[in-house]
């Protein structure tokens, strides 16, 4: 995903109808880190976005998947997140928007918290008691 690579990645992408994967992730330069500031829609059909948590440290020092996206996005990022998926579905029939942040359970109300910023009615399930 480096500057001089990404046309020709998101025209690939385009040209095959393959949806490309937009990520929410630690604003930080490393291999291993698609940049978050990159939204692209390759096909009409879906948006993607992927949502990693924003801690850099974790991230790039975790030993485990649940260490590295242990994060619990706040109101005003999910306000971000809410804001940029509006943004793919100007360009896309569907979005589709997966939380990754898959320590205890911050994913799931996470998802329900951008639900209710986008509008969404839904019922509010319980949340999951500590268990570590």
């Known amino acids: 995903m480096t500057p001089e690579h990404l046309p020709a990645t998101l025209d ?4 095959n109808q393959i949806a490309f994967v937009n990520v929410d992730a630690p ?3 490393h291999f291993t880190i ?3 500031e990159i939204d692209a829609v390759t096909t009409p059909e879906a ?3 992927r949502l990693h948590g924003r801690n850099a440290d974790a991230y790039l020092t975790g030993k485990t998947v649940a ?3 242990n994060y619990d996005y706040g ?3 999910i306000n971000e997140v809410a804001e940029r998926s509006q943004k793919l579905a100007k360009e896309a029939k569907q ?3 997966v939380f990754n942040n898959n320590a205890l359970d911050y994913a799931p109300r996470a998802a329900t918290r951008l639900r209710a910023a986008l509008g969404q009615v839904m019922k509010t399930p319980p949340e999951t008691a500590e268990l570590f």
């Open 95 to 97: 979005v589709h928007v």
């Open 12 to 15: 690939f992408l385009q040209r």
């Open 47 to 49: 948006a993607y976005l």
């Open 34 to 36: 698609i940049p978050s």
């Open 27 to 29: 604003a930080k330069e």
């Open 75 to 77: 109101a005003e990022e």
């Open 67 to 69: 260490t590295r996206f």
